[in-house]
């Protein structure tokens, strides 16, 4: 299941020639800086994740156009007129984002390749945090295959890219992405009200998180 991520706090926003529309003064403050390189595969008990590339687009947009009436009223990036190009436009820009820091996006895959879904963080340097986002396709739904990879990539998050909180915001409409976040084993923070605009209207966001602490 999809879920939202709070207006001006990163992550992705509706897409505007395929990228994310951002409103960053100073997009030098969203950036981490990796001494190391960092794992571009994660291996997982049912799913693994790699690094999005271009030749996953194809696939990316089957299962988005498969998922659009849950995808419609749960993301704001979705519309039923994008086509495979919108989605390679946005794999370049990621590919591209996460050389510079700014923003790791990772396709969810089956064990023999079939493509689910994916997670994606966008960072905040000087707090050291990100903003973990994911979907699934409407296909594989309710096999645990979200609350997965949320554990996975949020590990990955902290142990590999050294930050010090992943969040989670999920409008509170969308309560199959919250049962994914709870069975991840992230820590419900609270309720924050009106904290997300959806269709012209306020919704309350329920928080997660998951800090160092949280995997030994």
Same mark, same amino acid.
Do not use: C
């Given at each position: 299941?999809?879920?939202?991520?709070?207006?001006?706090?990163?992550?992705?926003?509706?897409?505007?020639?395929?990228?994310?529309?951002?409103?960053?003064?100073?997009?030098?403050?969203?950036?981490?800086?990796?001494?190391?390189?960092?794992?571009?595969?994660?291996? =997982?008990?049912?799913?693994?994740?790699?690094? +999005? %590339? &271009? @030749?996953?687009? #194809?696939?990316?947009?089957?299962?988005?156009?498969?998922?659009?009436?849950?995808?419609?009223?749960?993301?704001?990036?979705?519309?039923?007129?994008?086509?495979?190009?919108?989605?390679?436009?946005?794999?370049?820009?990621?590919?591209?984002?996460?050389?510079?820091?700014?923003?790791?996006?990772?396709?969810?895959?089956?064990?023999? =390749?079939?493509?689910?879904?994916?997670?994606? +963080? %966008? &960072? @905040?340097?000087? #707090?050291?945090?990100?903003?973990?986002?994911?979907?699934?396709?409407?296909?594989?739904?309710?096999?645990?295959?979200?609350?997965?990879?949320?554990?996975?990539?949020?590990?990955?998050?902290?142990?590999?890219?050294?930050?010090?909180?992943?969040?989670?915001?999920?409008?509170?409409?969308?309560?199959?992405?919250?049962?994914?976040?709870?069975?991840?084993?992230?820590?419900?923070?609270?309720?924050?009200?009106?904290?997300?605009?959806?269709?012209?209207?306020?919704?309350?966001?329920?928080?997660?998180?998951?800090?160092?602490?949280?995997?030994?």
């Amino acid at each position: 299941p999809p879920h939202l991520r709070p207006p001006r706090a990163g992550g992705r926003r509706a897409l505007v020639d395929g990228r994310p529309e951002e409103r960053v003064a100073d997009r030098t403050r969203l950036r981490v800086s990796i001494a190391r390189p960092v794992p571009t595969e994660l291996e =997982g008990e049912s799913i693994r994740l790699r690094r +999005l %590339s &271009v @030749d996953d687009a #194809t696939n990316m947009h089957a299962a988005a156009v498969e998922s659009a009436a849950q995808l419609e009223t749960t993301v704001p990036w979705f519309s039923r007129g994008m086509t495979v190009e919108s989605f390679r436009s946005f794999a370049t820009w990621a590919w591209e984002a996460w050389d510079r820091g700014e923003h790791y996006e990772l396709s969810i895959l089956a064990s023999d =390749g079939t493509y689910l879904g994916s997670a994606g +963080l %966008s &960072v @905040d340097a000087t #707090t050291m945090s990100t903003n973990l986002q994911y979907w699934v396709r409407t296909s594989v739904t309710r096999r645990g295959v979200a609350s997965e990879a949320a554990r996975l990539v949020s590990r990955w998050a902290i142990q590999a890219l050294g930050l010090q909180r992943v969040e989670i915001f999920i409008s509170d409409h969308n309560v199959p992405s919250q049962m994914a976040a709870r069975k991840s084993g992230a820590h419900f923070e609270g309720v924050l009200r009106n904290k997300i605009r959806w269709d012209e209207r306020a919704h309350d966001a329920h928080v997660f998180s998951f800090v160092p602490g949280d995997f030994g």
